[in-house]
């Protein structure tokens, strides 16, 4: 068992964090101000991470990425996430399901996407099909020989930057023991197809400036060409490649969680009431203590699930439990941060209150914590039989 | 033209810096130690004269503890050519001293045919700004300090130096060190490509023993301490007060 970071690993590492300080952090109190991130700027973020070879480095270079491995990939991730998501949306990384583009679609979606040519968006929310992803109702039926789709999904991140979409739709319904179930087939959507509109969508308490649009499609008329995977296989490219994006969230949480607990470190040392620095009470330092052996404990289990998938060892579970752990950890320590800032950490002054607020989306986005516990429990429960 | 960078391996300039108890020193145990930043910007420098075409390699040169060779990487991430880490101490707290870095680097100035060195103005660890200077004096060089700017116009430098009240351009004769300052450039972050090249590029490891240098260190630390720390500041309601305040303290 070895648990250092090699040398490249190390630069890796020193490279993002650089970037996220010197690139991001200056422009993150503009774009908290504003919701907004000014359209340059986006593509000067995007223009320097192409430049440096880090653009879309989660795909494999047979396509034009890096091929980082999982766990090289997951370190991006975690020190991208000490910076603002609206921002590092442009260190672009797109879907790893893309992978399953076949022969033109390769040319169409999949190349200029890792060129940082074109930006995309995943659609499988809808306003009735959250957790319950196979029960949503946007379908597609068979006409002629196209597909007509109808139907609407919400809470689509970066949509407004995307040019095309991965779409979930519903394509039929098989009868089984257990009652109907549906079956999913997965779309590529351009941006202006008839038919399809992307509209803005609510304002979110976290990640100010990462918007959510709406999707509808009335009667958008989709040739074959479309289908992402297998017609009916949506479920099957679903499990095949979007795993590894609950891994992300966890390690944004380690990321963020750390950027946060500096600033709780430093705070404790400084701050002085009864005539001594706030670290000094037990009530205090007991909190430090805690919050780092909870982020440690995050850090490792994210790296050990990630470096299990480049072991092609079973991972769901153990993404489950650092999504879930990662997530959980990061509510607490931001509160925890906020608490010891007293009232100057509800105050913008900060990033602190910034931090707390984007936290709480981390639980519910890429499967709630409930379904995470769900799926750990299943895996230990089903072979036993309860 | 080769380039000879020399680099060492300093704490980093983020991290707030402890005083050991026994006022010996900094305590550097499990702290982030990252490339002297001065030394980065002649890194990048190199790098700049090598792709207008005026150098042809860029050698960079780490001494000092074993460690060093991840500065090494960092340096051959961001575009050198190749590495030498002369392993000149075990222990991450001796620092080497000026004049043996400078002698060890003469060394390898002359195994290398070097015709340029590029060196940080100081090091941010102990500010001694004298490894330039006594390299220039061993070889018989000429020196150019504190560059804010540099050319190579033929057998001469042309460097603009950062001096009290403005700038000063000089024109050395080539072979020379330069020294450089912040403004010199902004150094590049390492590519992914080339971070994952620099492992394959050549690192060869010596000790100070090779080239015959005594590395016992000929001055004394006395005591170091941590700075006074800052009194707390007096926020005032407007103007006049200020005025009255500074005033009352004699400073106007
Ligand atoms: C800001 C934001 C951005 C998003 N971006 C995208 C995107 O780009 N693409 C996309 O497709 N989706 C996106 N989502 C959707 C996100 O994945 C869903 O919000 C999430 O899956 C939960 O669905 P829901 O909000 O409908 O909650 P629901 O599923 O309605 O859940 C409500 C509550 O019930 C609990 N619950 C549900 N089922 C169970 C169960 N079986 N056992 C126990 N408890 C249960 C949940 O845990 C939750 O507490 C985004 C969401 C947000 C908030």
């Keep these: ?386 | 033209m080769k380039v000879l960078v020399p680099v060492k391996r300093v704490i980093d300039y983020n991290v707030k810096v402890r005083v050991k108890s026994d006022g010996s020193g900094v305590d550097l145990a499990n702290v982030k130690m990252s490339m002297n930043p001065f030394d980065e910007i002649a890194v990048e420098e190199a790098i700049r004269l090598k792709e207008a075409g005026t150098a042809d390699e860029v050698i960079a040169v780490s001494i000092g503890v074993k460690q060093a060779q991840e500065t090494l990487r960092t340096a051959l991430a961001m575009g050198a050519d190749r590495a030498i880490l002369v392993v000149a101490a075990d222990d991450v707290h001796q620092d080497i001293e000026p004049l043996a870095v400078a002698k060890i680097l003469a060394k390898v100035v002359e195994e290398e045919g070097a015709g340029l060195v590029l060196a940080g103005k100081q090091a941010i660890d102990n500010d001694m700004n004298a490894t330039g200077q006594m390299l220039s004096a061993l070889l018989g060089w000429s020196q150019a300090t504190f560059a804010s700017d540099l050319k190579i116009e033929g057998e001469h430098a042309v460097v603009t130096r950062e001096v009290d009240g403005g700038l000063q351009t000089i024109k050395v004769k080539m072979p020379a060190i330069v020294t450089v300052d912040l403004r010199l450039n902004e150094p590049r972050y390492a590519s992914l490509p080339n971070i994952m090249k620099a492992k394959k590029k050549p690192l060869d490891e010596k000790t100070a023993a090779d080239y015959g240098i005594d590395v016992s260190p000929r001055l004394e630390v006395v005591k170091t301490s941590e700075p006074e720390t800052r009194q707390a500041g007096e926020i005032v309601p407007d103007v006049d007060t200020l005025v009255a305040k500074l005033k009352e303290k004699g400073i106007i």
């Design chain 1, 1 to 386: 068992m070895q648990f250092g970071l090699t040398d490249e690993q190390q630069m890796i590492v020193s490279t993002v964090r650089s970037f996220v300080e010197k690139e991001i952090y200056p422009y993150e109190a503009e774009v908290e101000r504003t919701g907004e991130v000014p359209e340059e700027l986006g593509q000067e973020i995007k223009r320097k991470t192409i430049e440096l070879g880090f653009y879309a480095c989660n795909f494999p270079e047979e396509v034009g990425g890096a091929g980082l491995s999982h766990l090289d990939f997951t370190l991006v991730e975690r020190e991208l996430g000490r910076g603002s998501m609206a921002l590092t949306h442009f260190f672009g990384r797109p879907q790893n399901i893309l992978m399953a583009c076949k022969d033109e679609q390769r040319d169409r979606y999949l190349l200029p996407a890792v060129r940082g040519e074109r930006m995309d968006a995943l659609a499988m929310t809808e306003p009735d099909a959250g957790s319950d992803v196979r029960g949503m109702k946007c379908q597609a039926v068979r006409d002629g020989g196209d597909w007509v789709i109808n139907g609407s999904k919400h809470f689509i991140s970066g949509a407004e930057h995307a040019d095309f979409f991965i779409v979930f739709v519903a394509t039929g319904v098989d009868e089984t023991p257990k009652g109907p179930k549906k079956r999913i087939t997965s779309f590529l959507v351009d941006r202006g197809t008839p038919g399809f509109e992307v509209r803005e969508g609510y304002r979110s308490v976290s990640h100010r400036g990462y918007k959510n649009c709406i999707l509808y499609f009335d009667n958008c008329r989709l040739p074959d060409a479309q289908v992402l995977g297998a017609v009916d296989g949506g479920f099957d490219v679903m499990n095949e490649w979007l795993y590894a994006t609950r891994l992300t969230v966890a390690a944004f949480s380690v990321g963020r969680a750390r950027r946060c607990f500096d600033y709780a470190l430093a705070y404790s040392a400084e701050r002085k009431q009864f005539g001594q620095a706030i670290g000094k009470f037990q009530g205090v330092s007991f909190q430090v203590a805690d919050m780092i052996t909870e982020i440690d404990a995050a850090d490792w289990l994210t790296l050990s699930a990630a470096w299990r998938l480049d072991q092609d060892l079973p991972s769901n579970r153990e993404i489950a439990s650092a999504k879930l752990y990662a997530t959980e950890m990061l509510a607490r320590v931001t509160d925890t941060t906020l608490q010891i800032y007293g009232g100057m950490g509800l105050m913008d002054d900060f990033p602190i209150e910034r931090f707390w607020r984007d936290a709480r989306v981390e639980r519910i986005w890429d499967g709630t914590s409930e379904i995470q516990r769900h799926i750990i429990s299943r895996d230990l429960l089903r072979p036993l039989g309860a």
